[in-house]
């Protein structure tokens, strides 16, 4: 732990790595205790307007472990706990590297992944590369929600069309054939069961990001007998213990 004698008026100082729905969850109920931390933020900035939790807020990136550690130490910060999604590679591995170098425990919220059950038909892939060589031989018109980042890997479909969610617009690479439906979950199952009818949908492709706000694809999928290629999540880093909802988060908080 960092002096209590740097904090103002000896609070605890938790940094949340966050951008998820359980970040905010967590902010929030850690601001809510009795003996409440000070609780910041960060947030990547790729979102052009993010739903701001309770707390501090910073945003943009730190520049790599060595800049994370270093913001570590000037802040005081007394834990670490990367609630980030899940397949934010990049920066749980800066995370983990940086909470090793200050010396600040560190903590992964990570919601549980989906779990398959009878009548999905789901094709479990390890890249989203994996994910693109799989659709020729599943269909022709793909619901594709792995986000606008990783569009480049399927640029070359060009023999397929693409109906692309996400939150904010893409940009170039990405298939020629695609249409783009700017949107922010959650999304209910009717909502998802119009959309697959009225775009003539028969692939769908997606993340296993888990949780409840995007789940009802794959229920929609799962009625209509479309299959679903699922690219799978990124392990946490070694040593990393995990924690799968808020609240167990601010336990884990709270024992330190």
Do not use: C
Not at 46 to 67: K, M, S
Not at 105 to 116: E, K, N, S, Y
């Amino acid at each position: 732990m960092n002096d209590a004698a740097t904090r103002p008026q000896g609070r605890r100082h938790v940094l949340i790595l966050g951008g998820t729905t359980e970040a905010r969850r967590l902010a929030a109920d850690l601001t809510a205790t009795p003996a409440a931390p000070r609780v910041t933020t960060s947030l990547a900035g790729r979102v052009a307007a993010p739903r701001l939790p309770a707390g501090d807020v910073r945003i943009g990136g730190f520049g790599g472990p060595e800049g994370l550690a270093r913001w570590l130490r000037e802040h005081a910060v007394d834990a670490l706990i990367d609630a980030t999604h899940p397949f934010a590679g990049t920066i749980s591995h800066n995370a983990a590297q940086a909470a090793a170098t200050a010396h600040v425990p560190l903590l992964a919220l990570r919601r549980p992944g989906w779990v398959p059950v009878p009548g999905d038909t789901w094709h479990r892939v390890g890249s989203l590369d994996e994910a693109a060589a799989a659709l020729p031989a599943l269909g022709h018109r793909v619901f594709l929600t792995t986000g606008r980042m990783g569009l480049a890997h399927f640029a070359h479909l060009t023999d397929l069309w693409f109906l692309m969610r996400s939150v904010d617009a893409p940009e170039p690479p990405y298939p020629p054939r695609m249409e783009t439906l700017l949107a922010r979950g959650p999304f209910t199952l009717e909502d998802e069961r119009e959309l697959l009818r009225r775009h003539r949908i028969d692939v769908v492709v997606t993340k296993d990001s888990g949780g409840a706000a995007t789940a009802p694809k794959l229920t929609a999928a799962r009625e209509a007998g479309i299959p679903v290629v699922i690219v799978e999540r990124p392990p946490v880093p070694e040593g990393v213990p995990v924690a799968p909802t808020p609240e167990e988060a601010a336990q884990w908080v709270a024992e330190l």
